[in-house]
């Protein structure tokens, strides 16, 4: 293969998984991709409108590279393990996403079957999923899903004349990798270190679970809007078999503005009514996966994602105590306005947060707390109910066996950073960069207040 081909994605293409007179555009890095193509029975393209529009705009956007300062770049095989878990997670409590280059699991060129998935990831061909559909999100935005089957949905992407993706195959087995697999704080410590001291009794969502792994699926020329991911989680991903073009936003600067954070994750969320105010106020960077890359992404990361050929990918969510703070942004951003900024809803938040401060009193001096970081927490557990995303169910906000323990704690902690009658955790929390983490706390700075909580 030559560098030149290397870099046209839109060979064996044309003609066959898409249209033949598909257009095509040139990204910065240098790869040339397909535009995507569904036309109506009118021969007009219905992703001309919005879809288009977007990836131009995505293509131009700068080439993340290991020099950047808001985004950490690492070579999977130059780093040791325990070096690695210990840079990605103070990158993400920077407000950094992660870029991690890796050898694949599969061979180069692996081809995406029905057969290959079964065999690798145990998803049957025969399994129930949601389709989403280019054409269905065309005629009516807030219809975009239709049932189908895993089998069906590999046979479709032959047919030129669809585009659809799956963005929710539960895939529990699956988990970070091994060297970052600690970084999930709220299974490591929340859920596995709690039960002495809070037995499990309520009925438990199993998404507190489940959504610790997943896959998508996606034909060629598949857009994902800009967008953030629900519950102030963290998101991995993990392109298994062919590639994608993620594109992360941030404010260009007012960082300390709550307004004018909540305007620009509305914004994106209306690209093509926003392009010029987007591009006053926002930069971007495009990171390019391949087989075997990994991209994490900090909660309430607005992101875009164009897949330009047929692709699968692993992922998940987690929470880690480093990030709380912009955990904390993201969930003020599922209340106020919810219903605009997220990919997809969830609401298991409350209880594992409550435990990752139950946790806290025997937590290991290993892991960095930090002063914002460590009041958004305590303040998400103390007014959980205020948390509660903006058409979420009264259910995800409930108290239950763990709702005293860790109020009681999350108070001690908040008097002990300042919080009084007179000064409200969010006043402090609201002041300054919001995107800071704050000041690293000593293990002396917290052992007073939490000594009580240690006893057996």
């Known amino acids: 293969m030559t560098e030149t081909s290397h870099y046209d994605l839109t060979i064996g293409l044309l003609g066959t998984e898409v249209p033949k007179n598909s257009p095509v555009i040139k990204w910065k890095d240098g790869y040339t991709t397909i535009l995507p193509a569904v036309f109506d029975d009118h021969n007009i393209n219905v992703c001309a409108k919005v879809d288009i529009p977007i990836i131009t705009y995505l293509a131009k956007c700068p080439v993340s590279t290991p020099d950047s300062l808001h985004i950490t770049h690492i070579s999977n095989n130059r780093i040791p393990a325990t070096d690695l878990h210990d840079l990605v997670g103070d990158s993400l409590s920077q407000n950094k996403p992660v870029a991690i280059r890796g050898t694949g699991r599969h061979p180069v060129g692996e081809e995406l079957t029905a057969e290959f998935l079964d065999q690798d990831y145990a998803i049957s061909p025969n399994r129930a999923v949601w389709v989403h559909d280019v054409m269905a999100r065309a005629i009516d935005h807030t219809k975009t899903t239709r049932p189908g089957v895993i089998k069906y949905?590999?046979?479709?992407?032959?047919?030129?004349?669809?585009?659809?993706?799956?963005?929710?195959?539960?895939?529990?087995?699956?988990?970070?990798?091994?060297?970052?697999?600690?970084?999930?704080?709220?299974?490591?410590?929340?859920?596995?270190?709690t039960t002495y001291d809070v037995p499990i009794k309520s009925n438990v969502h199993p998404e507190n679970f489940t959504v610790k792994g997943w896959a998508l699926l996606h034909h060629a020329g598949f857009l994902t809007y800009p967008h953030r991911n629900a519950e102030g989680s963290l998101t991995w991903v993990r392109v298994e078999v062919g590639t994608q073009f993620w594109v992360v936003f941030r404010p260009k600067n007012r960082y300390h503005d709550r307004q004018h954070i909540q305007d620009v994750a509305s914004r994106l969320r209306n690209f093509t009514e926003?392009?010029?105010?987007?591009?006053a106020h926002c930069d971007a960077e495009v990171i390019t996966l391949l087989p075997g890359d990994i991209i994490i992404i900090p909660p309430g990361q607005v992101h875009a994602v164009y897949t330009p050929v047929a692709s699968f990918a692993t992922g998940g969510h987690f929470y880690h105590y480093g990030c709380m703070h912009l955990t904390e942004i993201s969930r003020y951003l599922d209340v106020v306005v919810g219903d605009c900024l997220t990919n997809q809803t969830l609401h298991i938040a409350l209880e594992t947060l409550r435990r990752m401060i139950i946790a806290i009193p025997r937590l290991s001096p290993r892991i960095p707390l930090f002063r914002r970081s460590l009041l958004a927490l305590c303040i998400m557990v103390t007014q959980g109910k205020q948390y509660r995303a903006k058409g979420g169910p009264k259910s995800a906000v409930v108290d239950t066996e763990t709702a005293d323990l860790s109020t009681e704690i999350a108070r001690a902690i908040s008097g002990h950073l300042g919080v009084t009658t007179r000064m409200s955790g969010p006043t402090l929390l609201y002041n300054g960069d919001q995107f800071d983490r704050g000041e690293l706390m000593t293990e002396e700075s917290l052992h007073e207040v939490l000594t009580s909580f240690t006893l057996l």
């Open 274 to 279: 926003n392009e010029a105010w987007i591009k």
């Open 153 to 193: 949905f590999i046979e479709s992407m032959k047919n030129p004349k669809t585009i659809q993706c799956v963005l929710d195959i539960p895939l529990v087995q699956v988990s970070l990798p091994d060297s970052l697999k600690n970084l999930d704080h709220g299974l490591a410590y929340g859920w596995n270190q």
